[in-house]
């Protein structure tokens, strides 16, 4: 089986736990990572055997044997890595979220396709399978007509500033960080809102600390959401519809359990999966077949997806006034 060498861009948290699922991925080697820290990108590749570590992301991306990269810097500079990958030719996988805003994800589109370059979002929840299934049970007309989906993405994030979740110059705050899970949620149920009604609580320094979104679909379905990173929730998703609902078991974005609840059933049905939590290797699988297969996006989770998840975001940072300064800009 031919395999697909990875690079990783960004050394934190999420990067570890990447790594993680890229090494019991059959069809992925993990061949080099790169940190503005050597030793911290050298401790890494011991950690998970790659083959190379840098101590720059320039010469990560000089590297002629890797085929893709995974970005996984903050988001605040997501458009600006990206960029220097395809200058560089190089696939991506760009860690949600995307970018600041979607005139930034037109332009990565932009870039992607001009130079014939593979690109995609790291929403990796898309490719669980209880959020699949639960899709194409809704789909199947299971639990009648879907009407409402309630989700929520809520932790305890102590007021720090040394901590990137409350710095608002590398974009941090809840929306772009957990709020985008529950808005992808009802944005892969129920498509684009109509309209949002939006409230929001800060951080001393402005940074997003709290949301609770009401989204308004056609035909008077809706979407209750929440996230915060200031009280902790069980984090589970539900679908509502005229003859059941589904519940998918928190944390929702990472389940491997949902439960079904149909009106002409006497018992509910809960159906679980082997897979363990919070795991990549789904995702991981889908570039490495389109990649495979010569695809320079996926079918499942399009770039067009990506610009209108990222519009969404735009209209509720919009409804709070929640602006990045400089961020903005390209």
């Known amino acids: ?6 690079g990783i861009m960004g050394l934190g948290k999420i990067a570890h736990k990447f790594a993680k699922d890229l090494k019991e991925t059959e069809s992925a080697t993990l061949l080099g990572v790169a940190s503005r ?14 083959k190379w570590a840098y101590g720059s992301y320039e010469d990560l991306l000089d590297n002629k044997e890797i085929d893709i990269i995974y970005v996984a810097t903050p988001h605040s500079h997501h458009y600006e890595n990206v ?3 395809f200058d560089a030719g190089k696939n991506v996988l760009c860690e949600k979220a995307f970018a600041v805003n979607a005139k930034q994800v037109r332009a990565m589109v932009d870039k992607a396709r001009q130079e014939g370059l593979f690109l995609m979002e790291g929403m990796w929840s898309r490719f669980n399978p209880a959020l699949q299934d ?7 007309g299971l639990i009648g ?11 305890h994030q102590p007021y720090d500033l040394t901590s990137r979740l409350c710095n608002k110059k590398l974009a941090g705050g809840a929306l772009l960080d957990i709020g985008i899970y529950p808005i992808f949620l009802s ?34 379905r809706e979407a209750i959401l929440n996230c915060s990173l200031q009280y902790f929730s069980p984090c589970d998703g539900f679908l509502y519809g005229e003859n059941g609902c589904i519940r998918i078991h928190g944390r929702w974005h990472e389940a491997n359990t949902y439960t079904r609840f149909v009106k002409s059933m006497d018992f509910p049905v809960t159906k ?15 570039v490495n077949s389109c990649l495979l297969n010569g695809q320079l996006e996926s079918k499942k989770w399009t770039l067009q997806n990506s610009i209108e998840l990222m519009e969404i975001l735009d209209e ?6 929640l602006d990045y300064g400089g961020l903005e800009a390209l």
């Open 272 to 286: 679980g999966y082997g897979h363990k939590p919070l795991s990549f290797k789904f995702e991981i699988e889908e």
């Open 145 to 155: 007509t879907l009407q409402a989906v309630k989700a929520d993405f809520c932790f």
């Open 37 to 50: 820290s050597e030793s911290k990108a050298k401790e890494f590749a011991s950690q998970y055997q790659s």
């Open 134 to 140: 639960a899709k194409n049970d809704i789909e199947s």
């Open 187 to 220: 944005y892969y149920m129920l498509g684009k809102p109509v309209r949002m009604n939006v409230e929001a609580e800060y951080y001393p320094n402005g940074t997003d600390k709290n949301l609770v979104m009401l989204f308004d679909y056609e035909n008077g």
């Open 316 to 321: 509720v940072r919009s409804e709070i006034k």
């Open 83 to 85: 960029m220097m990958c």
């Open 1 to 6: 089986m031919k395999t697909i060498n990875w």
